[in-house]
């Protein structure tokens, strides 16, 4: 009887162990606020707004979206990684790219970055079309700027990333991938760790497939793989018009790939089927899809996560 009656309080003991590390492993992140469709909402709505005049580089459009930018940032912890946030290129004095820093909490691995990235403008004013001439950008876009900022939003206050993590917002990406280009020249010419790059492209209409996003040069890495192993999901796949019309070489995300040669890829949503706005004054911002983006993004969240916490480099170029 007494070896029955220790053995139900051993039994009794462990289970409660267990329900607390439980416990102990969600209360944390519990308690920092997830990306939401009303935040989504209000982001997106004065990105595209027309205060913000289409967000062409060097206007004061683009430089409205830069500061709240900054201010989101600021509030949540999100470090200006040099001087300033706003980051003026070399090759264009009046424009400039927005670089917000999360230093890592391991004392070795916060010395290796990945880069999650966005192009923040857009083509501006712009023919008229039924008396509309101003190109807003609601899809491209101000959705991955949106993505961005709102995965800077919750890390910054959740602080579970070892590696460290830089946000950008990328200007002049509509004038050849500008920002893009100056950014990784600098950071290379730093000897800047890069382990990895995630950006994102027009990510605010679904697509009707299994996955809930593609991924650009899905062949070049093991990062589909990866992504979907770290989300316990299906969450991106292979478009093959992405291939077809190299998009892998048409975002920002090629830059860095091209300065040190590693992992940089782009999630979309943007199949060709699926959105008839690109580049129009109709890309407006009732035709995103706001609790789609938000939970496109809180996926995203234990995948940053893990991508920022592995002891190796998981990801890597085939």
Known sequence: ???????????????KSVDNTDKASKKFTDNIPLSTEESVGDLMKFLASDELQGRNTGTIGIELAADHIEGIFTKHGVKPYFEYYKDT??????AFNVVGYLEGTDPVLKNEFIIIGAH?????????IENDSIANGAN????GTTAVVELAKYFGRAKTNKRSLLFVLFTAEEMGLVGAKDLAKRLKED???????????MIGVPMTSTYKAYLTGFKKSNMAQKINEYAGKELVGFLPQAEEYQLFKRSDNYSFFEEFKLPAQTISTFDFTNYEYYHHVKDEVQFMDFGFMSTLINDMIPVIEKMAGTSDKEIKMY
């Not at 009887?1 to 289970?15: E, G, H, N, P």
């Not at 491209?140 to 959705?143: F, G, H």
């Open 140 to 143: 491209d876009n101000a959705t």
């Open 89 to 94: 290129l070399q090759r264009m004095s009046n």
């Open 120 to 128: 923040y403008d857009h083509i501006g004013v712009v023919k008229p």
């Open 1 to 15: 009887m007494k070896i029955f009656f220790l053995l139900f309080i051993l039994i009794a003991v462990s289970c």
């Open 191 to 201: 000897n800047f760790s890069m382990y990895t790059m995630v950006n994102f492209e």
